[in-house]
């Protein structure tokens, strides 16, 4: 994979370069150097930081988006603030990773995004052989073919966008909403249950005081 790491700090840069040596890594420390490297390659993906000199990264990424642009980014920050992350999804990003961050979790989000890039080819995401039909809401693991209700949907459908990721009880109830209706304690651990009853308990993992996980890895 050909990134764009757009970073000015030494320290990221040199580090993500020999962390991600899998990768071929383009390393530039400003919004003009990063101008320069999309005329001159072609990136599937670019990391993208927000506090840049002179051009920050949300302005640079606004500008790229308006010029029709369509390779994904990552934008990498340390502001946690939720207005600042907001603003950089608005401004066309594709995901987010605050500082500091592990190596596994931003390898974790590209293959979530690229998975998405395939998703919207085909109306379906599959994960280590289980389908989810995003058109339909079928969900098939084995011999086992279910369609499932809007709000287990939803919760099946973030946990396979990224597998052995981990989400809390909350961060699965923040995804419920939208879906009508008001969102009970319990809802979670009600959708959760009834989706192992259908299709397994493994199909779900629980990582006991912090949340749920799609597994990685098939089990053998």
């Not at 939803?154 to 209706?181: D, R, V």
Request: glycine letters at 8%; aromatic letters at 8%.
């Amino acid at each position: 994979m050909k990134l764009l790491l757009v970073e000015d700090d030494e320290m990221i840069g040199e580090g993500l370069q020999q962390a991600m040596r899998t990768h071929a890594v383009y390393w530039v420390k400003n919004a003009m150097q990063a101008e320069q490297a999309i005329m001159q390659e072609v990136f599937d993906a670019i990391l993208l930081d927000i506090g840049l000199p002179k051009k920050n990264g949300i302005e640079w990424l606004t500008e790229f988006r308006k010029g029709g642009n369509q390779t994904p980014v990552i934008v990498i920050t340390a502001r946690d603030a939720i207005e600042q992350r907001i603003e950089g999804l608005d401004a066309g990003a594709d995901d987010y990773v605050l500082k500091p961050f592990a190596i596994e979790e931003l390898e974790a989000r590209l293959r979530a995004i690229f998975r998405r890039k395939e998703e919207r080819l085909t109306n379906q995401l599959e994960v280590n052989g289980v389908i989810l039909n995003t058109a339909n809401y079928m969900l098939s693991a084995g011999a086992v073919s279910q369609r499932l209700s809007a709000k287990a949907f939803a919760i099946m459908y973030h946990l396979m966008s990224q597998p052995g990721m981990i989400f809390s009880k909350s961060q699965l109830e923040e995804k419920l909403y939208g879906w009508g209706e008001e969102i009970d304690s319990n809802a979670v651990e009600v959708h959760v249950h009834h989706i192992r009853k259908k299709f397994g308990q493994d199909i779900i993992q629980t990582v006991r005081g912090i949340g749920y996980a799609f597994p990685d890895k098939k089990e053998k």
